[in-house]
Every structure is written in C-alpha cells, then in structure tokens.
C-alpha cells in the first residue's frame, strides 16, 4: 500500500487557468499509473484562480474515497470565519490536518496568533503540518522556515502532533534531531526535487534520508510524500525503492505511518 502525505493542486504555471475537476482527475490518473492508494491535498495559504479554496476542495473530493484534504491555513490572512468553517469541517472528519507555510508568509511557528488554531488541532486531534526548508518562489523568507523553530512549537505543545515538511531540506540534520528530541514531531520527505530525481542528486538525497533514520532510529516518524505536481511520482516511487533500510521500515515510511497519525480507513482502500 502507498500513502502520498502531500499532494497540490494548484495550478503553478499559471499560463492558463485549469479547472479544479481537471486537477483532481489528472491527480486520480497518475496516482493509478503509479499504485498510489490514498493522496492528501493540501491547500493553500492564498486563495485565486490557481490556488482553490479548500472549502471548494473538500466539496470536490466528495465521493472519491482515495482522497483527503489537509486545510491551509494564512498568517497574515485568517479570521474569525475562516476558523469557524475549519472547526465545522473538523467536526464533520472533512479534513485531514492543517497546514501552515512560514517562509511564504513572515512567521515563526511559534507565534501567538497561531495559538488558537492550534488549540483546535489538538482538540480534534489532527497534525499540524509547516512548510519548512527551501522555499520554491526566490520571494520566500527562509530565515522563516528553517526546521529548528519547530522546537519550541513541539516543546510549548507536546501534545500536538507536528509534521515538518521536506525534512526541512536542506536543513535535513537539523529536522533529524528536532525529530529526534521531540516525540510528537515527524517529517514528510516531499518536494526534495523538481520533476524527476538525477542519479547524482538522488544519490545525495538518499544518503541523507538514510543518515536521519541511522540518527533518529526506528522511522515512525517518517512520512512518504512527493509535493506532486512539482515532484514526480514514479521517480520517487523509485527513490524509496533504493532506500537502503529494511523493507518492514519502507512499509512504515510509505503508508502505516501515515495511516495512523492522519487516521485513514485503510479497509476501504484494499482492492
């Protein structure tokens, strides 16, 4: 089984606008090409033509059981209405987790004004997931989005479960002993490419990915993800494959791990 924690469908070329149903249809068909059983969506810190809302994303995936949403969540943007419709879908199980994306926006995880919305993951208990390391538009602040300020997240609230995105690529040691430290901290091994994997760079991703695991230890913290549709899916399919751990360990990483924490019916995923 294969569970694919983080997924976009935004549209990032921009050069025409492209419809949400043609989206997730595109998002449906490569992950049957490539024998992915379950995908999060997640959406954005903006919302436009491009960028759907994830009101307009949970009312779209309604009826394909293959598919979850993780709702983004705006510092700079979010109000009082924004929180009551994420508390409605939170209530309801339409949602997965939340998002947040510092470094795209101008904030340490830690912020007060974030508290609020973390109170609320805790008592639906849904992860929290940041962007953390490189951000893929040059206007990011990345001083914003490097991994060691999730500790002081992790350490102010223990009892949150926080998902470091990309490993903090390419920040990987530090994600790996934030991760270490703090128990309630995972990653996801997203976005690490644009498109496909290199020989060369995938041979220093791998080694990186390996050195968290040897460090860290058993990888219940690690999450598969590709940030599809900027990462390919079959070259990470391929990547993993070439992980050099146990295969029990690759079984945690690309689907029990994530089946547990985003609590994901896996009965209704079986063929």
């Not at 995936?61 to 598919?67: S, T």
């Amino acid at each position: 089984m294969i569970i694919d924690v983080h997924t976009h469908i935004n549209n990032y070329h921009e050069d025409r606008v492209v419809s949400l149903e043609e989206c997730l249809n595109k998002l449906e068909e490569t992950m049957l090409e490539n024998k992915v059983d379950y995908s999060l969506v997640l959406t954005s810190y903006k919302v436009n033509e491009h960028r759907p809302s994830t009101k307009q994303v949970v009312e779209a995936i309604a009826g394909r059981d293959n598919l979850g949403v993780v709702a983004g969540i705006s510092y700079l943007n979010y109000n009082h209405r924004d929180l009551r419709e994420i508390g409605d879908y939170l209530e309801q199980g339409l949602i997965k987790a939340l998002k947040f994306y510092p470094g795209y926006e101008p904030f340490y995880p830690n912020d007060i004004r974030l508290k609020v919305v973390y109170e609320m993951a805790l008592e639906y208990d849904v992860p929290v997931m940041f962007h953390s390391g490189d951000t893929y538009a040059p206007t990011g602040r990345i001083k914003y989005s490097h991994p060691i300020h999730i500790d002081d997240l992790a350490v102010d609230f223990p009892d949150l479960k926080i998902v470091i995105c990309h490993v903090g690529n390419p920040w990987i040691k530090d994600c790996m002993e934030v991760v270490y430290k703090n128990k309630n901290v995972y990653a996801d091994i997203s976005g690490l490419v644009l498109g496909d994997f290199s020989s060369k760079f995938e041979k220093f991703m791998k080694k990186g990915i390996e050195e968290m695991i040897t460090y860290a230890g058993n990888p219940k913290y690690l999450l598969y993800g590709t940030d599809w549709p900027i990462s390919n899916m079959k070259s990470y399919l391929k990547f993993m494959k070439n992980l050099n751990i146990p295969e029990d360990k690759k079984e945690l990483i690309l689907w029990q791990n994530a089946a547990e924490l985003y609590k994901i019916d896996v009965s209704k995923l079986k063929k």
